[in-house]
Structure formats: C-alpha cells, structure tokens
C-alpha cells in the first residue's frame, strides 16, 4: 500500500482575530447606517432609496445593515480574469495571488538616461511590454499618466496602448461613463464581442471613490456601467489613514470599507451576481510630507488584515498592493520597502495585487523596479509554497549512497541531486551570488544596473502576440472619433 | 514690550486655552496688540513653520499651532482699525471645476493660514465663473487653484483665461498645486507660481508677495 503523503504547510499570514475582524465590521456597518454617505449620482440614489435607504438633504444617504448583506451575499466569491485568447490567466480566489503594475504615475524613470522625467504614451508600451515579457507579472496597468496624448481622451488612449502591448489581462483606469464605453468597445474587438468579454473578461476596471463618504456621478457611472457590461471592477476610496480616513488604522479600515460595501450595494443592485472586487486601499498619510505612503508597514498590514476579514467575513476575492517604494530612485530603500509589501502581500493571500515598480510614493514609476520586483516574487513563492516533506526530499537514500559511498563522494554529483536541484532550491537570476572576483570582472554592477541591463534585453527580445489588421484597424477608428 | 515667552511657549504647544489666556493677559498688560501679533504669534508661527521644514515637528503639531494662532487673532482683531493689515495677504483658493478633492487644498489653506495669510476658501468643483466672481469681491493677493486629477487640470488654465477676460488677471498673482501638477506645467499656462506641498504653498506665497 502506498504511504500517505504528509500535506505540505504552506505558510499563511493572519494579523486579525476574528473579534477584531466582526469588530471592524460592525463599525463599518454603523457608519452606513449612522453617519451616511453622499452619492451625487441621481440613478444610484434612485436604486438605493428603493433598495430600504433613508435619504435626507437631497443626496444624503443611510443604508440599513441588512441591504449590505443582501449584496455580500449575491456577489460572485470567485472572480477569473482571462488572457487576451480567452485562456484562464487569473482566477481570484481565496488562496490566489496575482501581481501587475500600477496605474497613472505622472513621472518615469528613463530608461536610458536614469533621470525622472515626464511620462509619454511611449512609457505606457513598454510597462506594458515588460510585464508581457515577465513570468511573475500576471496584469498590466499603465504606469503612465502621458502627457503627449490629448487630456480628454487619455484613458482610451493609453488602453489601446496597452492591448497593443501584452496578451495578459489590463486592469484599467477611466474618467467617466463616456471614455469607459470606448474602451469597452476596443476590448470588445480583442474577444470578438460583448458576449465573449461577458463570458471571459480580461479587464477590470479600477476606479476610486472619495474619502471621507463622498461618491461622486462620474465615478457611479462607471460602477453601474461595468455592472451592467458584467466587466470586473473595483472601487476603493483613498481611505488612507490620517489623510481621507481617521489616524487610526482600525478606523481607517472601517471607513474605507463602508465605501467599499457603498460601491457594493449600487454595484449589486443594478445587477447581482456581476464580478466586484473588494479592497479599500488603506495607506496612511505620512505625517511629516503630507504624502499618501507607498513604502509603508501599515498598507502592508491592513491588507494583511483585509485578507482575514475576506477568510473570516466578506469572501469576495481582494485588492492589494505591493513592490512599491517612496524612494525617489532605485536603491537600497525601495529594494527593503518592495520586498515587505510583496512577501506580505502574498503570506496573508491577498488576490489582486497591483503597483509593483512605482518609485516616490506611486508619482514615479520605473521599469527596473518591475524587473526586480519579477524576482522578488519567485523568492516570495519559493518560500510561500513551504518544505515539501515526503521520501524523496528526505532523500534517505542519497544520505546513505553519499555516506557510505567513500572517498570522492558528494551530494553535489549524485542523482539525487540532479534530478532535484531545479525545484529544491530558488535559482535567482538578479540577484547575485557570484564570487568577488567575477562580480568584479563583469563589471561591479551593483542591482539597479542588472535590472537596467535585464530590461532592455527583454524590451529588445520579447515579442508580443501580434493583434490582428483586423482589431488594430478597429482601434484606429475608435481612437478617431474622439 | 511684556513678556510675550508664555504665549509663544503656548502656541508652539498647540495649546489653544493657555494661548488665548496669555494673549488676554498682555492685552490686559497694556501690550500693544500689533506686537502681540507681530512678536508673539506671527514670530511664533516662523519658528514653528521653520521646525516643521527642519522635519523636528509633524503636520498635526505644526496645524495645533496654527489653530491656536488663530484663536488668538481673532482677540486682537477688535483693537485693529477696519482695513488695517493684520494678515500677510488674502489668498482665494479653491479645488478646480471637475475635482471634488480637498484633503490637500484644505493643507495648504490651513498652513497659510497658520503663517499669517487670510484666506477665503471657496470648496471643491469651483467654477472659472466662480474663481472670477470671488476674486472681484476678496480682492485676494493670490488665486490658489487645486487639482488632483490629470483630467481636471485643464480647468486650471480655462481659470486664468477667465480671470483675464474679466481683466482680473494682473491683479492677483496665480498659484497651482496637486499631485499631477509640475512646474512646468505652471510655466505653459502661465500661472505665477507652482507649490510641490503644502509646506512650500507658503514660503511660495511669500516669494510671490515679496514677504518674509
């Protein structure tokens, strides 16, 4: 008879109790019912008075507790994002997690020239390139806010940009219900149709509310647009502790969660069932700079913290950040700050995890970062996925054929090790482990410079899945009629 | 001049009831209340804005202190004759048309209001019309205008174009800041001044003035 595997223990992140986790809840819940919210836009405000919500003073609006379950209840628990050829790429769930680039960064680091400068719609291709060319990198954003495209149309642009770029599945940013059609119609070209993006969507959409409890008519329509369409979205509210949101970091997460539950409900009540993603992005403003942090342990935690309010609670898959920095350039900050976002990230399992490569508190982005951030992924999962303990990696009998094998014997030539070495251990490919002397032949390139190197020879070599005459012809025409 | 230490000591601290009882007390001393405004608290607020650049003290401290400034303005103000100068200037400021967000436009405003300035703010998705409007009737040193998204942005140059129109433009000195704003951009639409933060809104506005 075959001996029962022993399960591997993969090692898992927990930062809330679950009287913690039903405390924060609650408080989330009472601030909806109690306190209220805005909603400029007239529809949503229709659909909620209708849905058991007193409104007062025109657009001011408590929403009873159980209205907010009722939604919890009818959104999707797992939510799967699909490559550009309609192949499962991402599916969210609870165990599941999912890193890509952020959105919007109005600077750059050059490439060539290392100096911060304004982005371009250039910059948005290559980002989008690099994460196509990355193995670690499952979605593309556009780490671009350019400013050589007209400022009306900039989203549709920059999405077009992007699907020109990779095959991976694009989160993406829009203005309104307007530019938001747009860029469904060129996504609709990339599947074949409404339906086929319906079935396999390979978007989601980002968009934010505004703390404290505002929500604005633009950003609804583009809330009740992807419900109707059935495209993914998520809608935090830049709760960031001591900025929008109470010092706090327990505050901070119940307000930016009762925004959350607010998109929700709208979010349920014009379709139940549509894909949400939960996630109140809970930085903090930095008390000296007046800067939302991106470097910071408190991000860190209270997504760790989310992620056990998902497990304990909600069960809607998350959204994250991680491989991020407030460092200005690539150094040793941003390497320090990058790895504790990524590797806590992925221990409390959030799903959707987003901003990897921004410098300076997300208004810089650098494409080294990405590069290094790729590696930094592989370490984290190399250690994430845990000690697999069965009878070949105890290799007993390796121990004996190498201790018992005489003079000449090492584990380095036998077997065992050969036919293990590639899964055993994490082979880094950027960091580097060499020897003084060759580090110092090849050159003393400290870990900015490798990534510069690594980068543009996958910018140079990698070739993206061409799109057809056929959609590229199509974006033309829709980039046109502006 | 009476001992003006424990009401600087007080403002420093943020500490708003010790403040105003130490301005009633010089008052009631006999002190003027031009240096109690000058050498007390317009003093005081340097030297907390100076500690703040020099990372000593954090926003929520050097905005305690502001507060307190404030508090005690508002004694003195009655011994002030009407259209006497008791401010460093009148700062108009605003988050532009399209743009609901005030957390760092409500910062700056605090933090020129806690360095002396009087400002008139006028919320967020402030009109051109409206900029106009309100610049007629504050008379203000200087238009701050906020955005904090790119797509919002372009209502900043609109702005001057109007304030132009209504041949209001060389009146008032324009300021611009926000988290997609450059000083570049500053250049290209021509306003005045560009502020990366709130802490360099003021010493920008006292560039523009010609002030310390």
């Known amino acids: 008879m075959k001996p029962v595997d022993t399960p591997t223990l993969q090692p898992r992140l927990k930062v809330l109790s679950r009287e913690q986790a039903l405390a924060i809840h609650f408080a989330a819940l009472e601030i909806l019912e109690k306190t209220g919210f805005k909603m400029e836009h007239p529809g949503a405000l229709e659909m909620l008075a209708g849905a058991g919500a007193r409104v007062s003073n025109g657009d001011w609006v408590r929403l009873p507790a159980d209205t907010v379950e009722g939604a919890l209840k009818s959104a999707p628990r797992q939510i799967t994002l699909y490559d550009q050829r309609g192949n499962e790429a991402m599916p969210l769930t609870d165990g599941n997690y999912f890193y890509g680039t952020g959105s919007d960064a109005t600077f750059t680091l050059d490439l060539e020239t290392g100096q911060r400068r304004r982005a371009v719609l250039k910059d948005a291709a290559n980002f989008t390139r690099l994460v196509d060319a990355l193995e670690n990198m499952s979605f593309a954003m556009s780490m671009a806010n350019p ?15 992007m699907v020109k770029n990779t095959g991976k599945p694009i989160v993406f940013i829009a203005d309104s219900g307007k530019d938001i059609a747009r860029i469904y119609e060129i996504a609709c070209l990339v599947t074949g149709g409404a339906e086929s993006l319906r079935q396999k969507p390979f978007i989601l959409n980002y968009s934010e509310a505004i703390s404290p409890l505002l929500f604005p008519e633009n950003v609804m329509e583009k809330l009740i647009f992807c419900a109707e369409k059935g495209i993914p979205i998520c809608l935090p509210s830049g709760s960031n502790a001591g900025g929008g949101a109470p010092v706090t970091l327990a505050g901070a997460m119940a307000l930016g969660i009762a925004e959350n539950l607010v998109g929700l409900v709208v979010h349920q009540l014009v379709n139940r069932g549509a894909p949400f993603l939960f996630g109140p992005n809970v930085s903090i403003l930095d008390m000296k700079s007046a800067v939302v942090s991106y470097g910071c342990p408190e991000w860190s935690l209270s997504q760790a913290a989310l992620a056990d309010m998902r497990d304990e609670i909600y069960g809607l898959p998350v959204w994250a950040f991680a491989g991020a920095s407030d460092a200005k350039v690539m150094d040793a900050q941003a390497g320090a700050e990058a790895m504790f976002s990524i590797i806590s990230a992925m221990l409390s399992r959030a799903n959707l995890i987003h901003d990897v490569g921004f410098l300076e508190y997300g208004s810089t982005s650098s494409l080294e970062m990405v590069t290094m951030a790729n590696e930094l992924v592989a370490m984290s999962r190399y250690f994430t996925e845990g000690i697999p ?22 584990f380095l030539s036998d077997d065992h090790t050969f036919d293990h070495f590639m899964e055993a251990q994490f082979l880094p490919k950027i960091l580097d482990r060499s020897r003084y002397d060759s580090w110092k032949e090849a050159g003393e390139l400290n870990l900015y410079q490798r990534c510069n190197i690594e980068t543009k020879r996958l910018l140079a070599e990698h070739q993206v899945a061409p799109k057809t005459d056929e959609v590229l012809r199509g974006i033309e025409q829709i980039l046109k009629t502006g | 001049m009476s001992d003006l230490k424990a009401l600087s000591e007080a403002v420093v601290n943020g500490d708003t009831k010790t403040a105003v009882t130490e301005t009633q007390r010089a008052l009631d001393a006999g002190g003027s209340a031009q240096d109690i405004l000058n050498e007390g608290l317009i003093a005081t607020m340097n030297e907390v804005g100076e500690r703040y650049s020099k990372g000593l003290i954090f926003v929520p401290q050097m905005l305690r202190s502001g507060k307190a400034m404030q508090e005690c303005t508002n004694l003195l103000k009655p011994f002030f004759q009407e259209g006497e100068v008791t401010s460093k200037g009148k700062v108009l400021i605003g988050t532009v048309r399209g743009d609901l967000h005030d957390i760092g436009k409500n910062l700056v405003s605090m933090m020129l209001e806690g360095a002396g300035f009087a400002i008139t703010d006028l919320g967020v998705n402030v009109s051109p019309e409206k900029f106009v409007e309100k610049t007629r009737e504050v008379e203000p040193d200087i238009v701050g205008m906020s955005a904090l998204l790119s797509t919002t942005m372009p209502a900043m140059p609109q702005t001057i174009e109007a304030l132009e129109k209504a041949g209001l433009r060389n009146r008032v000195k324009v300021m611009i800041g926000g988290a997609p704003v450059t000083e570049r951009y500053a250049q290209k639409i021509m306003a005045d001044s560009y502020a990366s933060d709130a802490g360099s809104a003021v010493s920008k506005a006292k560039e523009l003035l010609g002030i310390s």
């Open chain 1, 389 to 410: 303990v069965n009878k070949e990696t105890l290799a007993l009998e390796a121990i004996e054929r190498v201790a018992s094998g005489g003079p000449g014997a090492i």
């Open chain 1, 147 to 161: 400013e050589d495209v007209p400022i009306e149309d900039i989203y549709v642009h920059v999405f077009a940009e």
